[in-house]
Nanobody, 117 residues
Framework: QVQVVESGGGLVQPGGSLRLSCAASGSISAIVDMGWHRQAPGKQRELVAR???????SYADSVKGRFTISRDNAKNTWYLQMNSLEPEDTAVYYCNARLAPYLSTTWGQGTQVTVSS
């Protein structure tokens, strides 16, 4: 089993930046890729960014050029650097890891990001 725990959410003004962290523990070798999703009130959870073990990244169109996903394999941690934040980025952000062999997903508890003046 793999457990993941997010940190780094908070309140930020429009145009500001935040960095989210996700620390994994347990059967780390089972992780195939790592990602961030978010869920705003009244909306479905959506994929924000994903990074594979090989380092390939992908992003939702709404965050391209503003958000960057990265990982530190030595620390079993991945990050979401969020720049130029907009009120529309307000949501609960969830980190997750997909696991071999069946791509089952393990989720963190979520961290609130609020972008407001």
């Amino acid at each position: 089993q793999v457990q993941v725990v997010e940190s780094g959410g908070g309140l930020v003004q429009p145009g500001g930046s935040l960095r989210l962290s996700c620390a994994a523990s347990g059967s780390i070798s089972a992780i195939v890729d790592m990602g961030w999703h978010r869920q705003a009130p009244g909306k479905q959870r959506e994929l924000v960014a994903r990074i594979t073990i090989g380092g390939f990244t992908s992003y939702a169109d709404s965050v391209k050029g503003r958000f960057t996903i990265s990982r530190d394999n030595a620390k079993n941690t991945w990050y979401l650097q969020m720049n130029s934040l907009e009120p529309e980025d307000t949501a609960v952000y969830y980190c997750n890891a997909r696991l071999a062999p069946y791509l089952s997903t393990t989720w963190g508890q979520g961290t609130q990001v609020t972008v407001s003046s």
